[in-house]
């Protein structure tokens, strides 16, 4: 994703499916982290797709002690709240994962990622993979 704290639209092949994970392989600083303030999918028409029965299936890391940076803030619909990945008590290396359940099956044709809107930097996702299925991922 490109330098800057605006929404980033990503263009995906259409698929279908019901969970969707965002793996986080790098950062703009190149530091450890990962953070993302909103996701949204976008549909056939490229239309935001309705986020109600969202949920975060799983995150691999998430800060809960040095500040709220809870994975299910990423379905907030609040800008100023963000996932942040683990850092006060331990700052575990990418790749670092996020997943979403849906509720049900979808049509999917892009992503859009909101980078934390506080002004920092840290976590700000450059190389990702999205993944996209219609059963649950493995192990989760």
């Known amino acids: 994703m490109p330098p800057g704290d605006g929404w980033q639209t990503v263009k995906l092949t259409s698929t279908r499916g019901r969970y969707v994970c965002l793996e986080a392989l ?3 600083k190149g ?3 990962a953070t993302c303030a909103e996701l949204s999918l976008l549909g056939p028409e490229g ?3 309705p ?3 969202w949920r975060v ?3 691999d890391s998430e800060e809960a002690e040095g500040e ?4 299910d803030n990423v379905l907030d619909q609040d800008p100023k709240t963000f996932w942040h990945t683990q850092w006060d008590a331990a700052k ?3 790749p670092h994962q996020l997943a979403i359940d849906l509720g049900r099956e979808e049509t999917i044709t892009g992503l859009r990622y909101l980078p934390r809107q506080d002004g920092l930097p840290n976590g700000r996702i450059r190389e990702f993979r ?3 299925s219609s059963t649950p991922f493995k192990g989760l």
Do not use: C, H, I, M
């Open 51 to 53: 986020r109600q029965g």
């Open 26 to 28: 790098s950062t703009q």
């Open 31 to 33: 530091d450890e982290f």
């Open 47 to 49: 239309k935001e797709l």
């Open 130 to 132: 999205v993944y996209v």
């Open 68 to 71: 709220d940076g809870r994975a």
């Open 57 to 59: 299936l799983y995150a």
């Open 92 to 94: 575990p290396k990418p």
